[in-house]
Antibody, heavy 119, light 111 residues
Framework: QITLKESGPTLVKPTQTLTLTCTFS??????????VGWIRQPPGKALEWLALIYWNDDKRYSPSLKSRLTITKDTSKNQVVLTMTNMDPVDTATYYC???????????WGQGTLVTVSS | QSALTQPASVSGSPGQSITISCTGTSSDVGGYNYVSWYQQHPGKAPKLMIYEVSNRPSGVSNRFSGSKSGNTASLTISGLQAEDEADYYCSSYTSSSTSVVFGGGTKLTVL
């Protein structure tokens, strides 16, 4: 059974750096073809894809946010970490991590964590 | 990259069928058979309903089906049930980021 869970601060101040951790079980991020992605959803708005890391450490980022995002993995801990710099109130959203299968879809999602950006 | 275009809302009565469209470009929907559909109930995480245009994951009702023509993909739900009332999002692989882009979402109301 695949499970994922996001953790991190619920409140950050403008200009600060957000660090979120995705802890997963039921699969290995060292298995060929596997990936873990991050997707966010502002309150009442649509899903927005942010970043993806593959089993081979290849990384992909949203073109519009690439300069602010960094995704890393710790295979031994079954964790993926997303950092986003220079946070702004418009970055207030529920942040999800999800397991990516080979056909570019996300089969299993974490419960999400709401991050509010406010001074 | 621009989001895929979906209607903001659709509605139908129990037992009826509805179709939700998802329009992109040749760089995403039209260029690859990697269109997925997600269902999201309020306060819940999205759930994968369709992948690779028309494939259903194990456990998803066969009332849900997907198709694609040109740059537009479609999700059809037949035999509408009250529990189908939710937001639906399409996504597609896109060559612009070599990952995925989501649609703006469609709110399905079961009358």
């Amino acid at each position: 059974q695949i499970t994922l869970k996001e953790s991190g601060p619920t409140l950050v101040k403008p200009t600060q750096t957000l660090t979120l951790t995705c802890t997963f079980s039921g699969f290995s991020l060292s298995t060929s073809g596997v990936g873990v992605g991050w997707i966010r959803q502002p309150p009442g708005k649509a899903l927005e894809w942010l970043a993806l890391i593959y089993w081979n450490d290849d990384k992909r980022y949203s073109p519009s946010l690439k300069s602010r995002l960094t995704i890393t993995k710790d295979t031994s801990k079954n964790q993926v970490v997303l950092t986003m710099t220079n946070m702004d109130p418009v970055d207030t959203a529920t942040y999800y991590c999800a397991h990516r299968r080979a056909s570019h879809c996300y089969t299993n999602w974490g419960q999400g964590t709401l991050v509010t950006v406010s001074s | 990259q621009s989001a895929l275009t979906q209607p903001a809302s659709v509605s139908g009565s129990p037992g009826q069928s509805i179709t939700i469209s998802c329009t992109g470009t040749s760089s995403d929907v039209g260029g690859y058979n990697y269109v997925s559909w997600y269902q999201q109930h309020p306060g819940k995480a999205p759930k994968l309903m369709i992948y690779e245009v028309s494939n259903r994951p194990s456990g998803v009702s066969n009332r849900f089906s997907g198709s694609k023509s040109g740059n537009t993909a479609s999700l059809t739900i037949s035999g509408l049930q009250a529990e189908d009332e939710a937001d639906y999002y399409c996504s597609s692989y896109t060559s612009s980021s070599t990952s995925v882009v989501f649609g703006g979402g469609t709110k399905l109301t079961v009358l």
